[in-house]
């Protein structure tokens, strides 16, 4: 069984700049969520999707962004890079609409904001 | 709105010693709640959860857990903690069926040998 995979592992970007991070979800799992860890911090949700549709959101913005694909596979896009977006993200994966299904989370991404 | 708070930020134990960590919750509904442990560098790693029946759950690494209603708590005990256990713990409660995590602040563990 194939777990939750990231990519990149690292990333560096400056102000104003663009970033698109990528997640393979778990098999057999539909449902994507992303989630925003802040250095000493919890994870905070950022969204889900769900049949390639965003399924909830967080208390983030709308320069944060998401697909999900055909093949349940995610990516989370940011735009205008700020300073405090420097965080590991995480994205998990699990099965929607089955109860007693938790959530299985990749390692994340490290992105760090110049 | 649901919110998770974890009072301690750090916890020093020694190994063998026994070990709580405390968690409560806010939450309108029937929670689902949830310990993940997260070593430095890696994702999360689920230890146990609790959806709904036998209020003291069984999870994996010897470590269980008590849900108490009435004290809106869910904290997480380990009768002998091992030094592999050094890690950050979070708690976190669960919306549309434990699809959507609130997360506590988390709490950092240290084992003293």
């Known amino acids: 069984e194939t777990g939750v995979t990231q990519s990149p592992t690292h990333l560096i970007k400056t102000r104003g700049q663009q970033v698109t991070l990528r997640c393979s979800s778990q098999?057999?799992?539909?449902?994507v969520s992303w989630y925003q860890q802040a250095l000493g911090q919890g994870p905070q949700f950022i969204f889900q999707?769900?049949?390639?549709?965003?399924?909830g959101r967080g208390n983030f913005p709308p320069r944060f962004s998401g697909l999900q694909f055909p093949n349940y596979s995610s990516e989370l896009n940011v735009n205008a890079l700020e300073l405090d977006d420097s965080a590991l993200y995480l994205c998990?994966?699990?099965?929607?609409?089955?109860?007693?299904?938790?959530?299985?989370f990749g390692d994340g991404t490290r992105l760090s904001i110049l | 709105a649901q919110s998770v708070t974890q009072p301690d930020i750090h916890i020093t134990v020694s190994e063998g010693a026994s070990l709580e960590l405390r968690c409560n919750y806010s939450?309108?509904?029937?929670?689902?709640l949830f310990w993940y442990v997260q070593s430095p560098g890696q994702g999360l790693q689920l230890l146990l959860k609790?959806?709904?029946?036998?209020?003291l759950v069984q999870g994996i690494k010897g470590f269980e857990a008590e849900f108490k209603r009435s004290q809106s708590s869910f904290n997480l005990r380990k009768p002998s903690v091992h030094w592999s256990d050094a890690a950050e713990y979070f708690c976190?409660?669960?919306?549309?069926?434990?699809?959507?995590?609130?997360f506590g602040g988390g709490t950092r563990l240290m084992v003293k040998p």
């Open positions: 998990a994966s699990s099965v929607s609409g089955v109860l007693n299904q938790p959530q299985h």
């Open positions: 098999s057999g799992h539909n449902t």
């Open positions: 999707y769900y049949r390639e549709e965003e399924n």
């Open positions: 939450y309108g509904a029937t929670p689902y």
């Open positions: 609790y959806f709904s029946g036998d209020t």
């Open positions: 976190a409660v669960g919306s549309n069926a434990g699809n959507m995590l609130t």
